[in-house]
DNA sequence: TTTCAGTCAATATA
DNA sequence: TATATTGACTGAAA
């Protein structure tokens, strides 16, 4: 597996031979390229605040977690890709070779240019760094610019209209669900009673610092970063609704979405709140009731997932009652090594720590103790929070008996 | 028309 | 080489 070769050395010690990639499981599984997979897992939003559209991927996830073959499917997906791949290469280079020797007759008088694709291709816009601290000082001042001042910027800057008007759009998104995150951790600090711990304090301190992402909705706004103007409305929808409900997301509801929607063909598909009451719900919530203390409130977030496989090991379990809090026990390589050993509840345990070690690989989050800088360091614990739920449903599944029809 | 969510894909980083 | 970042784009909603 070429992920086994990524900079994880750990990694690759742990699953040689399993790993997956962001490429392969999201062209594969999820419909998507590596970087939105990317996006997805390091910053997933509550599943409330998803569209039906941003929830396909995470039923799709869940499909295939359900699937007891999933990652075996996935490498005969890979075999078979790679086969195409050595096929397609071998026969290039016999065509290249053809091509060379009969491009001596090809008449490139057609078009003015040899090579119009290269010259339709715009170049990437790549911001320098001092204009892109220009818009964000031009962001905490107006959040919303109006085309006037859109128009100066880009003057002053010498970019594009266009350019600035899609940072101004991609930063709004951006922060946006940053802090979306930032509430949900905020919810499960306050909830677990640890919101003074010092993990507690980095972790908050390397938000706001990775933020100058956020800059732009601490001066302005109200307290604790809110953004002003319509944003502000938004947010503090947001904020009620998961402090005064779940603060559910994607991972999570995923399953609740697809489970209910198993059992009830005329339910909304997707919509996790109204699949509360079906069976399988209900044995969800049953495992719930079983999970550790840290995770009280029904529905809560991720980090109220029980952890069946991991129960009775204290770092794992601490570990998934904190999924995108950042607040998880992962603060250390020590810590990281114990997700690798997490005991697995499937029939086959060998299949089961495989799976594991493939979904931690894909999740790519095995170096805890780098020397990266915070905000790296606080992904990495989001990261390996989600991961961790996702090993469990994935042992979950792989334990369950029901045949899930698998579809790529 | 504007804003947003979601995504792609080029590029940067590890 | 895999993953993370980010400018640009699309389609839907307001």
Partial sequence: WLTSLKSSRRARKCAPNSALGQRLFGETILGLTQGS?????????????????GREPFVRMQLWLND?????????MKRMEKKAYMKRRHSSVSDSQSCESSSAGIDYSQG??????????????????????????????????SPKTIEELATQLNLKTSTVINWFHNYRSRIRRELFIEE??????????????????????????????CDGVDTEGPPEGKPSGPEADEYSNATTKSQGGPAESAFEAGEEALQGA?????????QAESLE??????????????SPPASQRPGEALETLPNSATEGDASTSAASTSVLTGESSYKSKESSEKISSVPSTSSTPAAGSQKANSLQSLFGFSEAASSRNTRDSSLRKKKAANLNNIIHRLEKAASREEAVEWEF
């Fill in 68 to 76: 007891p073959n999933n990652v075996e499917k996935l490498m005969d």
């Fill in 184 to 213: 949900i951790q905020a919810g499960s600090q306050s909830q677990a009673g640890s919101s003074d711990s010092p993990s507690a304090r980095s972790s908050r301190a390397a938000h706001s610092s990775e933020g100058d992402s």
């Fill in 37 to 53: 997979v990317s996006d997805l897992l390091a910053r997933p939003k509550p599943w409330h605040k998803l569209s039906l559209k």
């Fill in 277 to 290: 009451d079906t069976d399988d719900e209900g044995r969800l919530r049953a495992q719930r009731q079983s």
């Fill in 262 to 270: 198993r059992s009830s063909e005329k339910a909304e598909p997707f």
């Fill in 112 to 145: 003015a240019s040899p090579q119009p694709q290269h010259q339709l291709k715009k170049p990437r816009v790549v911001l320098a760094p001092e204009e892109k601290e220009a818009l964000k000082r031009a962001y905490q001042q107006k959040p919303y610019p």
